[in-house]
């Protein structure tokens, strides 16, 4: 039997972690047809960190054409000109020209862009968010990244830097986070928050919890993931812990709503996934939390796009 042939017009996505570099080749519809991993060297030389990039690349593209190849990576960056500037988890690279260097070994068009942001333009190119004008997009996993969406154009603000939702605060009293606020909502509600208050809530009480089977009766190893499957096997502790997750995300989304007023708001990631279940309620509880009277009819959708968000995101930054 011949094979069918694979398909025209293919676009590169390129997803670079602190620890591993995705690609994938995408079509026109947004399908990833073919893709795969490779190790990131993220504490090397530039010049090594480029290599790893080059070697993941090679990987894929081999004999077939591609026309163009779009690149998302943790920030802070400049997606006008192609620069990483410094990111906390690719130390090897400062104020390196990674579109112009791809560019250079490719001889094709590269755009280059925050993690969230290509992943919120997926999501309007071909995903939960298809159609819509005005789209808030937030992943929410061992981070909380975000991504504005308004009429089919990232909005990146005055100097590339806009959309940093995660570390927006509801709390200015609260705990420190990672990027040295109190209170953001990334240090309050993503994966290690929910790991942490489940923790000290299994050290302060007696009563035995299905999360502490899990970690086979150790306090200190207990996850967000723990947290989340003893939710689905119905633990009252669990469903404690994630319901005050949601009644934080709810502020704060309620913040966004008024500063925003979007007509579909995306969740993706890890941790939103385990919070689904409650997106109706969330919805419910909108109006508590901002001024916008017209708040709980504004969608609130699961990403289409899951681990391959970025691999997606990369390519719908050169996608037409």
């Not at 620890?19 to 795969?36: R, W």
């Not at 942490?196 to 089977?213: C, F, N, T, V, W």
Request: hydrophobic residues 45%; aromatic residues 4%; glycine residues 12%.
């Amino acid at each position: 039997m011949t094979p069918a042939p694979e398909p025209q017009n293919l676009i590169l996505g390129v997803d670079i972690g602190g620890t591993k570099v995705a690609v994938g080749l995408v079509d026109a519809s947004g399908m990833i047809i073919a893709q795969d991993r490779k190790p990131m060297v993220a504490s090397g030389t530039a010049e090594d960190a480029l290599q790893a990039v080059i070697r993941a690349i090679d990987s894929i593209i081999k004999t077939r054409q591609v026309l163009s190849i779009g690149i998302c990576a943790p920030g802070p960056l400049d997606p006008k000109s192609g620069i990483v500037l410094n990111p906390p988890n690719l130390p090897c690279w400062r104020n390196y020209p990674l579109a112009e260097k791809i560019t250079e070994a490719y001889h094709l068009p590269v755009k280059l862009d925050n993690d969230a942001n290509a992943a919120a333009l997926a999501e309007v190119r071909w995903g939960a968010a298809r159609g819509y004008r005005y789209v808030f997009y937030a992943t929410i996993g061992t981070g909380i990244g975000t991504g504005i969406v308004l009429d089919g154009h990232i909005y990146h603000g005055n100097h590339g830097a806009a959309g940093e939702g995660g570390h927006v605060s509801i709390d200015y009293r609260g705990p420190i986070c990672g990027c040295g606020k109190p209170g953001c909502i990334e240090i309050l509600a993503a994966g290690p928050a929910i790991g942490a208050r489940a923790r000290a809530k299994l050290a302060a009480q007696q009563s035995r919890s299905a999360i502490l089977d899990l970690a086979h009766g150790d306090v200190a190893a207990v996850t967000s993931e723990m947290v989340g499957q003893a939710f689905t096997a119905g633990d009252p502790l669990a469903r404690e812990i994630l319901q005050e997750t949601v009644e934080l995300l709810t502020a704060w989304l309620g913040n966004t709503v008024d500063l925003l007023d979007p007509d579909v708001i995306v969740m993706g990631g890890g941790v939103a996934a385990m919070l689904s279940p409650f997106f109706e309620e969330m919805k419910n509880l909108l109006p508590r939390w901002c001024v916008n009277p017209r708040a709980s009819e504004i969608p609130l959708v699961m990403a289409h796009y899951g681990a391959d968000a970025g691999i997606a995101g990369g390519a719908a930054l050169v996608s037409r």
